[in-house]
């Protein structure tokens, strides 16, 4: 500003955002001498981090007659924006015939 020198902008839109999406913030300058003017900034937040698997190898298991639902554990992995997750399987989770799955 020619009277002020450098103006700080002002905004009311929040500055912290935790779920993905694009934002716009608008800031207004104001010299305090009834001259203001506005710009806008966009915030992209976007996870492009993919988690990690908590085990390199997930265990074998064996079972005698039958593997049900409730003898299975679900893995959990690691997200950078998350914490843990679960993971999940659209495989049958219940076995009575001899085999081997994978």
Request: proline letters at 3%; a negative charge; hydrophobic letters at 25%.
């Given at each position: 500003?020619n009277?002020?020198?450098?103006i700080?902008?002002?905004?009311?839109d929040?500055l912290?955002?935790?779920?993905?999406?694009?934002?716009?913030?608008?800031?207004?300058?104001?010299?305090?001498?009834?001259?203001?003017?506005?710009?806008?900034?966009s915030?992209?937040?976007?996870?492009?981090?993919?988690?990690?698997?908590?085990?390199?190898?997930?265990p074998?298991i064996?079972a005698?007659?039958?593997?049900?639902?409730g003898t299975?554990?679900?893995?959990?992995?690691t997200?950078n924006?998350?914490?843990?997750?679960?993971?999940?399987?659209s495989?049958p989770?219940?076995?009575?015939?001899?085999?081997?799955?994978?």
């Open positions: 500003d009277c002020e020198g450098t700080t902008g002002t905004t009311s929040p912290t955002y935790a779920a993905q999406g694009t934002y716009t913030i608008t800031w207004t300058y104001d010299d305090g001498n009834g001259n203001t003017t506005t710009q806008t900034q915030v992209v937040v976007d996870d492009t981090t993919a988690p990690v698997a908590d085990v390199t190898t997930l074998t064996t005698q007659c039958e593997v049900t639902a299975i554990t679900a893995p959990t992995a997200d924006c998350e914490g843990t997750i679960t993971g999940t399987t495989d989770l219940t076995y009575a015939a001899q085999g081997t799955y994978t």
